[in-house]
């Protein structure tokens, strides 16, 4: 599948070409020439012989921005100077920084601030821990938590190299719920040191994220927390991943008129994501479900299974399908793919029920080219930005942590995360349905206030919530 210029890959270039009028069309041809897309060009400086511009471009990849580099150095009368990579450069010094809500202006404001009159606020705190929600940061707070084993599309490259996606979750928590996250990088694999640290540093927290941590360890680890703490653990590589796969696949179903009890559904992937996709379908009311691993479909006899593809194994492939994934997908209504790239054809789907749906979502290079599936499917989506119906985790996170922090809930449960997907999944009104938009813009507005609602309103139903109605 051919990759398209991205923003991922853009560049600017600082270079200096002689003032002719022809000379600045001379750039854009030579970066076209070579497939790359300019995006802006500005004139840095000027004098009556020679112009200073800012080309910036989009490029596929690195090397592909080294080849339009070059052909801008190749045209006569160039001279380039500097080559600044954007996305380097927005990541210098770090995304997120630490900012006081109360102005220190004067001695009686650090007074009140700091010592001595913080000490008042401590010793109350001291008398009831239940205070910390609501006069510390705990109120506000979520740890980012990771090992760096299982970042998208890297693997396992440590802590120090996978902080620049946790401040990037960070940010987003920030930009789309208003929640201070903070990136906390484990220097440990070690599932019994995981857990301890995360203990030992919950107090400071009102909810926490696992994220990027591999399987079969993330299960435990969550686990584990959950029966631990007494504040939220969500791991969104897991269930951020179910909730918005639900709120996609209602939607989806909606276009083509089937119900999820009665629709059959073909799984590619057992690992993190898969299980919880399967966990919160079955939870939904799906009925006929076939899970395919690199081994072909999980079943009763397999001589394999761990405890999770034994749970799975008892808990779908209802007739006992032992094939493959092609003969699981054939006469199938549902792909749901967290697996690998191209382990699909077209003519699998082709073998597919009529208006079939396609969730193609492994990263970066699907399951099936979408553009492929598109030629059988009635629905067609991906984890990709490039084509319609993104199944983003960002779509959920924000606002279900919102829902959780606003509630003051101890718990994170099956219902919640079906409530965030009923929620994401109404945003997209009758109106603005189609086989192209079953899953809203993350900029949609009042997306994350939706989802957090919902994700309240459970808590307080379920009694799983430290506030109550008023």
Known sequence: MASLPSVSYSITVRLE???????????TNAVERVGGAVTALDVNSSDRERLRIDVTCAARDTTHAQAIVESLDAIEGVTVHKVSDRTFLMHLGGKIEMRSKVPLRNRDELSMAYTPGVARVCSAIAANPDDARRLTIKRNTVAVVT???AVLGLGNIGPEASLPVMEGKAALFKRFADIDAWPIALDTQDTDEIVRAVQLIAPGFGGINLEDISAPRCFEVEARLRELLDIPVFHDDQHGTAIVVLAALKNALRVVGKEIDTVRIAMSGAG??????????LHAGAKDVVVCDIRGAVHRGRDDLDPNLEWIAAHTNPSGYVGDLAGAVRGADVFIGVSAPNVLSGGDVAEMNEDAIIFALANPEPEIDPEIAALHAAVVATG????????NNVLVFPGFFR???DAQSHRVTSDMMLAAADALASVVTAEELSPHYIIPSVFHHGLSQRVAEAVREVALRDGHAGVREA
Do not use: E
Not at 18 to 26: C, H, I, P, T
Not at 384 to 391: A, G
């Open 403 to 405: 829902g959780l922090l």
């Open 272 to 281: 993190a994501a898969g299980t919880a996709i399967l966990k919160l379908l």
């Open 147 to 149: 090992d760096g084993s």
């Open 17 to 27: 070409i002689d003032g002719r009028a022809s000379a600045v069309s001379s750039l």
């Open 384 to 391: 990709r930005s490039d084509y319609p119906n993104q199944i």
